[in-house]
């Protein structure tokens, strides 16, 4: 089978094929040709390529070679619902387009309009201004688009119907919910020293993974409670309100949904034109550099830009709880003060763990995307339970472990068919095995067909000489038998994508939405 890869912009040359769609600039199955520095200039931290392995090389050539490309892509694109991500991309990108006050969508017909530039980043705004506000957000989040937009959602639920849930442990069938993978390229918007040159998809992009994600984890989560019985929670629930219930229900498919397209509302205050134009620059920001508190600071005020477009009857309470306690972590890194003891419901829990794992390895923000099991290993290192007290703040891991078990029961990390590169633990100057990615069992960690020795420079046929690392097994295939074995040093190996140049996660230390408590203070 092809090979697909990430690849940092450095590596990328004329000839790569890409394995995703680039926007409207470059197609899956076209050939990068000259565009890598119109790439570079949406700020992409790395590019996915799909490849011929050297047998397939050998069997095919010519038009015949790009035959069996295509159709490799096509293939892989109907597994990952493209048409229905496609439908959602559409719909939602007029919704990331950059907005200020100044636009006439906050204007009433008639009257003066009372808003000043930035006034959707204040906590507070004055009640003349509220009415102009309602008909900007009326323009900006139309509700007959919402509507299509949630009846689409319904459409990827409807996906799971029949399906059984994925347990550890359980035999997995073609009825079982599987792994999902999801990855897309995110063009950032292009300024032009002040100007803005065009506006990218990464919001999108993003929103529409992390929805995804979510739906896909709290989906089987939902099919488990129902097999053991659990009551049914038919409760709706306020954002701003402390709520100490901590019993473990079942949910009807639709408040699922509406905390979905909380998820893929979340990233819409990032389109204000202040925050828009700071986040699209992929700022490496510091809380410690004085010019960049005011930046660190829009970027966190666009919770307050959701708070006033979303406070209307068509958007449900669920979807507004999902963007408006978003950045309120259980450990009390986020914004805003670290000291508030607000309750954090399970679906705002389980949507902090999607939306960091998607930040941190394919970032909007930060210009690092680090390496995947990198961040699962940060994320299980800072889980822990979840014990909510309604007496005073009490300050915890920032991930509810029990979530994060969750998630990484339906997580695909890598692609099927990616190419990976294996490391010792601890020394990560020289991979010692290339291999690609064949399938997932009970573990977040795959199956690797092994395709080449680096330290003995010596090539394997794939399929020949398998890899499963949790069981520390190496599996030999030939015509005749298929032997398997385990050596300890196999399960001292683990996966690093140092080919986009990740950082060291262990550094991360994060201004924007956590890590950094006095921040809120110094500059609030």
Known sequence: MPIIERKALDNLTPDDILYLDAGNLIKAGQKVGNNVQVLANYNLTHITTVSLTREEIARHTGDDADKFLQDFIEKSRSHNYSDLKLSLKN????????????????????????LNDNDLLRKKLEPLNLNHVQAG???????YKLKFTGDLLAKYQSFYDGLKPAEKGSQKTKDTIGRLHV???????????????????????????????FMHTFININKKRIIEGRPLSESRWDPTQKKTDRGVYQYKPELILEAAIGALLH?????HHTVHKTVSGKPQLSADVKSDQHKIKNI???????????????????????????KDYPDGTGFPAPNENKYLFEFVRLFQIVAFYDNMT??????????RMDVINYIIRNSGEYNYTGDKFKSQQKFDSALVREFLDVLAPYDINEKVYLYQKGRRDTHLFTGRVVSYSDSYIPLISILKDEKNNKLYRDGSLLMHIPSSSLIMRSKDKTERKQYPWVGELEIFDRMISSGDISMYSDPISGEVRPLHKSIG
């Not at 390229?185 to 993003?206: A, C, F, K, P």
């Not at 394919?362 to 390496?371: D, E, H, L, Y």
């Open 362 to 371: 394919n970032p909007v923000i930060s210009r690092t995307a680090f390496s």
């Open 267 to 271: 990233n819409v205050g990032n389109a």
């Open 137 to 143: 957000s009326s323009r900006i989040i139309d509700k």
């Open 91 to 114: 719909n939602l990108m007029d919704l990331h387009v950059p907005f200020s006050e100044k636009d006439q969508s906050f204007s009433i017909p008639g009257k003066r309009n009372f």
């Open 183 to 213: 990855n897309s390229i995110r063009l950032n918007s292009w300024y032009d020293e002040t100007r803005l040159r065009t506006v990218g998809d990464s919001l999108v992009n993003q929103s529409i993974d992390i929805a995804m994600l």
């Open 300 to 326: 966190q005020n666009a919770v307050n830009v959701l708070k006033h477009l979303f406070d209307r009857d068509d958007i449900s309470s669920i979807s507004k709880m999902i963007c408006l306690l978003q």
